[in-house]
């Protein structure tokens, strides 16, 4: 990229003068004479100068919009030579939400590391929605989503399946009335759920209880709003919380029901009680989602390759 064009990208960035000037380790009366330069070369201003921080103007705007195009162009390049070159090494920024950065991706992202050292992991944890936007800025090599809203824009990939389960404190009396339908952490554990003699039961049956819900942008909130619209009711709400494993740690000591994905169920919990619901609501596919691009590195390729392998 062009220094002047490296110029206006860190004044952008910086919002001062001064600040770039020292990244770029050079004086400020000089920066701004570069600046300037351009400025006259086009006839007008790039920056609001009586506005601090700096602020774009519709034509910095402009520049700082072919910046980018530029820098993403130059890291395609890099990429594409260093897969000429068929080194197994570069970079992958992955976005995952806590309950996939905690649950799903661990094993993996360890397995693949040891199989490929010379790939460099990122790993940001944002919701669904600042992932999205992050994927669509192509700031993100790779993100993973089941809410069809996000992943129609995107190239993507099935990668997995869960199954939500309704879990209720094992002391709430009304696993007495049901005791038909519960299911324990091990026969999760089992995947009894899986079995197509496991027996369904509707969620209303569950009207009388508190919930613990997830706050609203999570997919199992729209989820659980739809299996209540189903079951007729209007669920007390006791509490809302952002992550799927704080519902399912605050449901275990005994505060109130939740919805829980049975990828979480890891040991014998014996504090709740787990039951199978009559919904299509309840199986979600989680999908590798990659920004539209016309190249995609081999270290992203070769990290959905051993996704679909080993997840």
Do not use: W
């Amino acid at each position: 990229m062009k220094p002047e064009m490296t110029y206006i990208y860190t004044v952008y960035k910086e919002g001062s003068f001064s600040k770039a000037a020292d990244k770029l380790f050079m004086t400020q009366p000089a920066l701004s004479i570069s600046i300037q330069k351009i400025e006259q070369s086009i006839g007008m201003p790039l920056f609001d100068r009586s506005r601090r921080p700096l602020k774009l103007t519709e034509a910095g705007e402009i520049y700082i919009d072919i910046i980018n195009r530029m820098m993403l162009l130059e890291q395609e390049q890099e990429q594409r030579l260093s897969d000429i070159r068929e080194l197994v090494s570069g970079n992958i920024r992955l976005g995952g939400s806590h309950y996939l950065n905690a649950y799903i991706l661990p094993t993996i992202l360890t397995g693949f590391s040891r199989e490929y050292p010379g790939v460099k992991l990122e790993i940001i944890e944002e919701s669904s929605f600042e992932l999205s936007a992050m994927l669509a800025d192509r700031k993100l090599d790779l993100t993973f989503s089941c809410n069809p809203a996000f992943m129609k824009n995107f190239e993507r990939y099935e990668i997995f399946e869960d199954h939500i389960l309704l879990c209720v404190p094992i002391e709430h009396k009304i696993n007495e009335k049901y005791m038909h339908y519960a299911l324990s952490a091990n026969d999760i554990l089992n995947n009894r759920h899986m079995q197509k003699t496991c027996p369904a039961v509707s969620l209303s049956f569950f009207s009388e209880l508190e919930f613990i819900l997830l706050t609203k942008g999570n997919n199992l909130y729209e989820r659980a709003n739809d299996m209540f619209r189903e079951a007729g009711f209007e669920p007390k709400i006791k509490l809302t919380v952002s992550q799927l494993v704080t519902a399912y740690r605050l449901a275990a000591s005994n505060m109130a029901a939740t919805f829980v994905s049975d990828r979480l169920v890891r040991s014998g919990e014996d504090s709740l009680v787990f039951y199978k619901l009559y919904s299509d609501h309840t199986t979600r596919m989680f999908y590798a989602l990659l920004p539209n691009r016309e190249y995609t590195s081999r270290a992203v390729k070769m990290f959905i390759q051993y996704m679909l392998i080993h997840v």
